[in-house]
Structures are given as C-alpha cells and as structure tokens.
T-cell receptor, first 115, second 114 residues
Framework: NAGVTQTPKFQVLKTGQSMTLQCAQD?????MSWYRQDPGMGLRLIHY???????DQGEVPNGYNVSRSTTEDFPLRLLSAAPSQTSVYFC??????????????FGPGTRLTVT | GNSVTQMEGPVTLSEEAFLTINCTYT??????LFWYVQYPGEGLQLLLK?????DKGSNKGFEATYRKETTSFHLEKGSVQVSDSAVYFC?????????????FGKGTKLSVKP
C-alpha cells in the first residue's frame, strides 16, 4: 500500500502559467480532498470529492479546478497561477463507510512557488 | 458555524517536561475529534482520535479526552522527547457538512530542547 501519493514534491511557476498537481490513493477511499497550508492559517479546504464523478467546493476554491474520473485519482488544476497561490498543497483521502470516523490520510505535500 | 480554536505557539519545552496543548471547539451535533501531527517536511499523520463524549484517545504517550461539557479536547503528554518536536493540529469532523470533511485549528508548533 503506497497510501496517498502526490507529485511533484516541488514546483516553481511564473504568474499566469497553468499546471496540474497530481494525487492518487490506493486504499479505495471514496472521499478525497485538497488543502492548502499557509503560515498562521492552518489547513484550508480547497475542493473535495465524495466519489467518482462528484466534486464540490471547499473554503477557498477560487483559482482551482478539480475532477474525479476514477476513485483513485483527484488532480488539482491551477488555471492561471498567481503569487497568492504560493503555498504547500496537501491531498487527503478517507473511508466513508461504517463505522464513519472521518479519519483522513494525507499525502506528503507539494510545495508550490509562484513568482 | 463549526470551528476549532487551539492555543497559539510556538511552545518550547525541555526534554521530559509535561505538555498540554489546549483545543476547544464549536460544533452542532456530535463531531468526532482528532489530533494530527506534522513533522518537518512531511504531511499530517493522525495521532489520536475520539468519536464520542468522554472517550479518551491515546497514542505514543499522548492523550486527549473528549469533554462535551467544556467543548474541549486538550492534548497532553507526561514527558516529551526531542523527537516530539512538530506541529500539532486539532480537528473535528464537520457534523453539518459533507461526509468526510474535517475542520482544522491553526496548529501549534512544539519545540523540545535536549
């Protein structure tokens, strides 16, 4: 079991560029989510998905798109990168069967810098 | 709305000192409560959890008790080690939100000196 994997680990973008952060899990979890972590702000939810074909917005969705075509993968797309999107991005997944505990499993993170 | 408030850091302790990191929450319904730990350069790992009132979660010498009457879930350890240096996050499951969502506190950085 690899758990939750994320690529790349580090990325530098110029303002206006687009890119996709990859996330995959091999635990057959229905729920997947993306967070960003900024100093003094904790983790803020960007988008989440409760199953293949279903996505929804979190607390800070602007500037990001997601899709969920398979249970395993949940990519995060930055359409036109801005310096305000400089952050560390974490993908997480959890089992939503019974008993429901909402315990989330996190990937190692992607550190993104936008210049 | 639902929220988590945890004590601000950083917290600096000497090895073998007693640790308390306070966490209080606001929630409707009956959330599950969690403590996650983030070691430098890594993702978050679940440290312990409690799913109902008066439950005590414990792991690696850390403990926290789900206190509904004080809406608290304080993290404690009797004797910290240098290897416990990390950022600790308190979180709750969002009882009014989508299944799976967690709400996190802002994190408390702990540094343990030898």
């Amino acid at each position: 079991n690899a758990g939750v994997t994320q690529t790349p680990k580090f990325q530098v973008l110029k303002t206006g560029q687009s890119m996709t952060l990859q996330c995959a899990q091999d635990m057959n979890h229905e729920y997947m989510s993306w967070y960003r972590q900024d100093p003094g702000m904790g983790l803020r939810l960007i988008h989440y998905s409760v199953g293949a074909g279903i996505t929804d917005q979190g607390e800070v969705p602007n500037g990001y798109n997601v899709s969920r075509s398979t249970t395993e993968d949940f990519p995060l797309r930055l359409l036109s990168a801005a310096p305000s999107q400089t952050s560390v991005y974490f993908c997480a997944s959890s089992y939503t069967g019974q008993p429901l505990t909402n315990e989330q499993y996190f990937g190692p993170g992607t550190r993104l810098t936008v210049t | 709305g639902n929220s988590v408030t945890q004590m601000e850091g950083p917290v600096t302790l000497s090895e073998e000192a007693f640790l308390t990191i306070n966490c209080t929450y606001t929630a409707t319904g009956y959330p599950s409560l969690f403590w996650y730990v983030q070691y430098p350069g890594e993702g978050l790992q679940l440290l312990l959890k409690a799913t109902k009132a008066d439950d005590k979660g414990s792991n690696k010498g850390f403990e926290a008790t789900y206190r509904k009457e004080t809406t608290s879930f304080h993290l404690e350890k009797g004797s910290v080690q240098v290897s416990d240096s990390a950022v600790y996050f308190c979180a709750l499951s969002d009882p009014g939100g989508s299944q799976g969502n967690l709400i996190f506190g802002k994190g408390t950085k702990l540094s343990v000196k030898p």
